[in-house]
């Protein structure tokens, strides 16, 4: 009976894995402004992580691909290894983190995040761009894949700002001094990836301008570009005869 009920939770879960990666993701960007700074605060946030490695295993797992039946399960063990063997640094690096902060270790860890949520990020792209017809989960990872871009280039700015302070000015002093800057960097990520852009962060050297013109300008296409992918899958469902 507890079997069954194991496998009922899985099946689910694999039904609805976008979504799944979705509220991870959502849990990542809200923990920190919820519980604030602390150990505490660093536990939620591993935790919410350790989530999001597991939604994303699961999606990149099982995703859809399309072809000959001898390539695709070449390309699903490939996927499946490498984003195993990404998530097994990134999760070293949690656990190690916890334990011995420190400066160096926090640039692995953003190394193998970065590399990790890059991977994730384009391989529900490529789902993304194969699906045939508009449904929930279409949607969740449409906007997963949005919140994970905003999410990487956050990790790139705060590997700037470790390693060149100058990189970037505050408006209110202490914003970006030592290991609390992560959650400052996902705010100014976002507000360039939304072109909201309060201000009060601002990129100063040439590679942190770059970077975050970059970022505002894959924001833009990835709208126009989903939008556009998305009313055509619409249309095309409205015209495939009942």
């Known amino acids: 009976m507890r079997g069954k009920k194991v496998a009922e939770i899985l099946a689910f879960l694999e039904r609805r894995r976008h979504s799944a990666l979705l509220a991870a993701v959502v ?27 597991m939604a994303a295993l699961l999606a990149v797992r099982i ?9 695709l ?28 902060p420190s400066p160096s270790v926090v640039l692995w860890g953003i190394a193998s995040w970065g590399a990790f949520f890059a991977y994730v990020t384009g391989s529900q ?6 699906q045939r017809k508009v449904t929930s989960e279409t949607i969740a990872m449409s906007v997963s894949v949005y919140l994970l ?12 700002l470790l390693r060149h302070p100058e990189s970037f000015t505050f408006a209110h002093s202490g914003d ?21 852009g309060f201000g009060d962060i601002t990129p100063v050297t040439l590679p942190a301008r770059y970077a975050a013109v970059a970022e505002g300008i894959v924001g833009q296409l ?3 570009i989903l939008v556009a992918r ?3 899958m619409r249309i095309g469902t409205a015209e495939d005869p009942p």
């Not at 995703?63 to 390539?71: A, F, N, P, S, T």
């Not at 063990?77 to 490498?82: G, P």
């Not at 792209?125 to 194969?130: G, I, K, Y």
């Not at 970006?176 to 909201?196: D, I, K, N, Q």
Request: glycine residues 8%; charged residues 15%; proline residues 2%.
């Open 27 to 53: 849990a990542v960007f809200l923990v920190r402004p919820m519980i604030g700074q602390g150990a505490l605060a660093d536990i939620a946030v591993s935790l919410t992580m350790l989530l999001v490695l």
């Open 63 to 71: 995703d859809d691909l399309v072809g000959e039946r001898r390539m």
């Open 73 to 100: 399960q070449r390309q699903m063990a490939r996927r499946r290894a490498v984003g195993w063997a990404l998530a097994a640094l990134a999760l070293g690096e949690r656990l190690w983190v916890l334990l011995f």
């Open 125 to 130: 792209l490529r789902s993304l761009l194969r």
């Open 149 to 160: 871009i905003g999410l990487c280039w956050a990790l790139l700015f705060e590997a700037m």
């Open 176 to 196: 970006g001094e030592g290991l609390t800057s992560a959650p400052v960097m996902v705010y100014f990520s976002l507000t360039v990836l939304s072109t909201v």
């Open 222 to 224: 990835y709208l126009t």
């Open 230 to 232: 998305l009313v055509g």
